[in-house]
């Protein structure tokens, strides 16, 4: 049985959830996509690699359990609990799906700034699980992105002004 976390206890981050793919295109040295002619008509050489493109990320405030227990490791079906995580959030709270990103202390980097378009590589976590059968609460499974403790100095309260204005704020507990 879990305990809600009171607001003191919860984190700032940001999560994405994946939107589609994008072809990616021979560019000039300045940056410009290189065009051939076929058929009269002027097309973008495609360099054959596919990129993952993640929404713009929304702010949320909780907490991530880095310690999953013998119970939780035998009811998520892993074998590796150095890895993973676990999220545990009100029931609907976070509309997450498998393969969305979360950055807790990670700061945020860009693809795309001006559309909204992070690099997933930039993320701490990935969800590699769902549990939304609760009555009351939804748990996600996530997956370390790098093992390696990273030097940033992290999302805090100050550093939201340059990050999207969206936001799924909890205003309904301790």
């Keep these: 049985m879990r305990m809600r976390l009171p607001k003191r206890d919860k984190q700032n981050m940001y999560y994405s959830n994946f939107v589609g793919t994008q072809k990616e295109y021979q560019t000039d040295a300045e940056g410009n996509i290189v065009y051939t002619e076929i058929d009269g008509e002027q097309v973008p050489i495609e360099t054959g690699i596919v990129s993952e493109v993640y929404g713009t990320p929304i702010k949320f405030r909780s907490s991530i359990s880095s310690n999953l227990n013998e119970m939780h490791i035998k009811s998520w079906g892993v074998d590796q ?94």
């Excluded at 378009?117 to 370390?144: H, N, Q």
């Excluded at 100095?153 to 204005?165: A, L």
Aim: with cysteine; proline share 5%.
């Design 81 to 174: 609990s150095s890895i993973y995580s676990e999220l545990c959030v009100p029931k609907g709270y976070l509309p997450l799906k498998i393969g969305a990103i979360i950055w807790r202390t990670s700061d945020i980097e860009w693809d795309d700034e001006e559309h909204g378009i992070p690099k997933a590589s930039s993320s701490d976590y990935t969800v590699c699980g769902l549990m939304d059968e609760g009555l009351t609460e939804d748990l996600f499974l996530l997956k370390r992105n790098s093992s390696e403790e990273e030097e940033s100095p992290g999302i805090d309260d100050e550093e939201t002004e340059n990050q999207p204005i969206q936001s799924n704020d909890d205003t309904t507990g301790d």
